[in-house]
């Protein structure tokens, strides 16, 4: 990793504008941590001292994603997951650093460390982002030497996060904003495409609202089909037309 001295915050003011780019050119999770991963890796690596880095990133009721700056290295955080422990989820678990100062003379989690010295890395270092509310996320910075005794390295690495941590936030919150937007906008397009439904159902068979929907509910259990494909079913028999068009449509 990198040896440049840390004297502050002010240390990488440009990471958290890269993850705003990033995220103009991408909003997308995978992309954007890749793009972060291959980032690290280029700014914290230093000739004759190689290291990459993978990020992983855990959001409430959405998968698991992950994404390395070396494609040959991708998925050690995923086998932390497999075997439950490891330096990424003690460091999220913990919310603190954890050194791996180097890997022959570590006795922790014996595969994921034999893995990890099997891509030719002797060191590693994982760090937990600060996300907002529920979310966590960890950078792992794998490095080709051991770590120094006395080295800065680790607080070089914990400055250029921290930094990191402030775009990947905003970043995740305006993903956040989106899929809310997006999932009302479904919502209220589904309400409007059954309402019209069950208008359609009351005029024809001069029924009240509570009997017209009921018939569209059982026509949804008996075809097998969710109720607003079966609404649009109806509207679009009785308005003559296979498209359903709502205010709602961008």
Known sequence: MSNADVSGAENFPD????????????????????DLAAYAASRLGSPGRECCCEVTVLRPKKPLTTACSNPGAGGMNQLEFEHGDGPGLMAMRTATTVLVADLRLENRWPE???AVRGLGFRSLVSIPAGLEGDAQGVLTFYCSQPVALGSNEVDVAETFVRQASKGLTLALRM????????GMTAAMRTRTVIDLATGAIMAQNRCSQAAAFKLLRDASSTRNMKLREVAAVVVSSVAGAADTFTYFDE
């Open 15 to 34: 990471v958290a504008l890269h993850l705003q780019e990033s995220f103009l050119q991408n909003p997308e999770v995978g992309a954007i941590l890749q």
């Open 175 to 182: 993903l956040k904003l989106e899929e809310t937007r997006d």
């Open 112 to 114: 994921y460390v034999q």
